[in-house]
């Protein structure tokens, strides 16, 4: 939906538990609520209960740490949606959401050009247990003490055995995706999280 007025994106990094009723926001489009997946565990930091990311309205302006009552850091993005796939993911599915940091070369732009026009065309061809791709190329962020930050994706997949067994295509595809992100990624300053979503409203 980049590129359209129809709404803003924002994601949150939630430190404590989200309840069902999702951020309590001004102007909520909707959202898509990602809580540690109980059958696959990750390294995410251990403060973060969930990771949301939000669609408002255009003209609001937002204000995550009053959606929550946990301390919480977000950012402003431009979403690039790369592989549509269904918005409401089945319960078993599992989505990949990774905080990915530029390496200390690129300047934001080389690497928002890069990961849109060369990484991503290479996901539906090597990870083909991947049923939706989505970019979020961070623009600023909205807390005063929020990690830098240059993306944030998410991958998911239709089934934990999607995700365990279809997350390359080959052992030729990991080398050739993991030799593009040693390009513009720089891997050990990020984190992710192996996420269950559930949309709000459901």
């Known amino acids: 939906m980049s590129g ?23 102007g909520l489009y909707d959202a898509a609520v990602l809580r540690p997946h109980p059958e696959e565990p990750s390294p995410h930091p251990d403060a973060v209960g969930a990771v949301v990311v939000a669609h408002l309205d255009p003209d609001v302006e937002p204000r995550p740490e009053e959606w929550f009552d946990v301390p919480v850091v977000a950012y402003r993005v431009e979403e690039r949606v790369q592989m549509p796939g269904p918005d409401r993911l089945p319960a078993a599915a599992v989505v990949q959401c990774s905080f990915v940091r530029r390496l200390p070369p690129l ?4 690497f928002a050009a890069h990961w849109n026009d060369v990484h991503a065309p290479l996901v539906p061809v090597h990870h083909p247990g991947v049923v939706r791709y989505v970019q979020h190329v961070v623009m600023e962020p909205l807390t005063p003490d929020a990690p830098e930050v240059d993306g944030i994706a998410q991958l998911s997949f239709a089934t934990t055995d999607d995700f365990r067994d279809r997350y390359y295509d080959s052992e030729a595809g990991r080398a050739l995706v993991g030799a593009d992100v040693a390009t513009f990624i720089d891997r050990p300053r990020g984190w992710r999280i192996h996420a269950q979503q559930t949309r709000i409203p459901a």
């Open 4 to 26: 359209e007025a129809l709404h803003q994106t924002v994601v949150v990094v939630v430190h404590g538990p989200v309840g069902p009723a999702g951020p309590r926001a001004a």
């Open 107 to 110: 300047t934001r732009a080389e």
